[in-house]
């Protein structure tokens, strides 16, 4: 009797991990595709801000400290978030579900934005942090399992070369933006 129990569990377990996998795997690609394409992004962003005096100096101390300060530095985007994203579900459970999605997307977009940039900086000295390296290894092994079993999809290789055809439209200057530079320097020729 315990025998067909427990068989009948492994069967039941085993269908649970195959309904569950594809979708929990297409779950996690869209996370890392978004933290992928806005990490580089964002980063940039927050890179050009940082050519401002005042930001230069703090990402100069930023990119100098000690591996247990950047470690501290690079958790505090994510730990300064987690109230404003329970503020969004309490926003949600309230009835304003649109303004807590809004509110839970713009702390994403923030949160990746700083700490892209954090990472950038103090990329060296975190991984001086023995553990926190392993944990980045294996966070890059599980990212090339999941990329690798999508790869294998045509759905997703389609996904894959439409982002890459919106990054390289939104790299390449439109033509307001080549009128706009063309009228700039027309302008600044006439002025001297």
Request: charged share 20%.
């Amino acid at each position: 009797m315990s025998t067909c129990r427990c068989s009948c569990s492994k069967t039941l377990a085993w269908r649970l991990k195959r309904i569950l996998t594809g979708p929990l795997v297409l779950l996690a690609a869209l996370l890392i595709a978004f933290e992928e394409f806005a990490w580089e992004e964002l980063a940039s962003l927050l890179a050009r801000l940082g050519r401002l005096p005042v930001l230069r100096q703090i990402e100069a101390w930023i990119a100098s400290c000690r591996p247990s300060v950047a470690l501290s530095l690079f958790l505090l985007p994510v730990l300064g978030l987690l109230p404003v994203k329970l503020m969004a579900v309490l926003l949600i459970g309230r009835g304003h579900a649109v303004l807590g999605l809004l509110v839970i997307l713009l702390a994403k977009v923030l949160g990746t934005a700083v700490a892209a940039r954090l990472f950038s900086l103090t990329q060296d000295q975190l991984m001086q942090v023995a553990w926190f390296a392993r944990l980045y290894q294996a966070f890059l092994r599980f990212k090339t399992y999941v990329f690798s079993r999508l790869d294998a999809s045509p759905y997703w290789r389609a996904v894959r070369g439409l982002v890459a055809a919106v990054r390289e439209r939104m790299r390449r200057p439109s033509a307001w933006g080549r009128l706009g530079r063309r009228l700039s320097r027309q302008w600044q020729h006439l002025r001297k």
